[in-house]
T-cell receptor
């Protein structure tokens, strides 16, 4: 069956450090992978999309890598701030392409 | 910036009752989705809808669930006879086109079944 696995443990880091979150998947052949942010009681908000032929994508302090051989994506937040505290979700399209499936997410807490 | 709006923000209902959750997707979007998130669990896909028909549904989306786009702006999720385990946050989402377009989510309806 298809699985999307993210660090189940919450990640606590100090302000200014780089946070690295991991997404591993099985039984997907994704053309692209997406990352979302979710705050408590709110809907997910799109952050970045990376295509299978892209090794790395950047947007401001965010960086995503995508390794289709390892079946893994890494999500980095550099110079982290307390406002970055949230749950970060990895998402992949189903084989039909009509559904976007989410991992459980990794909770990030950035302390001053 | 246009957004997906959902009403109500919180709905309390008794077991066995029917509920309708309402969504207004972004106006030029073509594909519409419902997701649910049980407290502390992951965001789970329920159904996708395009051109007035269901394009995909998950195992969760059984005969108790239905979706409708009754007019040009609203998109609804109906649960015919609610169960305790239907208590969750329900998110509506839409995208402008197919393929790698990002999903735009509403802020959800918290459904509590007592």
């Amino acid at each position: 069956s298809q699985k999307i696995e993210q660090n189940s443990e919450a990640l606590n880091i100090q302000e200014g450090k780089t946070a690295t979150l991991t997404c591993n998947y099985t039984n997907y052949s994704p053309a692209y992978l997406q990352w979302y942010r979710q705050d408590p009681g709110r809907g997910p908000v799109f952050l970045l999309l990376i295509r299978e032929n892209e090794k790395e994508k950047r947007k401001e302090r965010l960086k995503v890598t995508f390794d289709t051989t390892l079946k893994q994506s890494l999500f980095h937040i550099t110079a982290s701030q307390p406002a970055d505290s949230a749950t970060y979700l990895c998402a992949l399209a189903s084989n039909s392409g009509y559904a976007l499936n989410f991992g459980k997410g990794t909770s990030l807490l950035v302390t001053p | 910036e246009p957004e997906v709006t959902q009403t109500p923000s919180h709905q309390v209902t008794q077991m066995g009752q029917e509920v309708i959750l309402r969504c207004v997707p972004i106006s030029n979007h073509l594909y519409f989705y419902w997701y649910r998130q049980i407290l502390g669990q992951k965001v789970e896909f329920l159904v996708s809808f395009y051109n007035n028909e269901i394009s995909e549904k998950s195992e969760i989306f059984d005969d108790q669930f239905s979706v409708e786009r009754p007019d040009g702006s609203n998109f609804t999720l109906k649960i015919r006879s609610t169960k305790l385990e239907d208590s969750a946050m329900y998110f509506c989402a839409s995208i402008s086109g197919f393929g790698n377009s990002p999903l735009h989510f509403g802020n959800g309806t918290r459904l509590t079944v007592t």
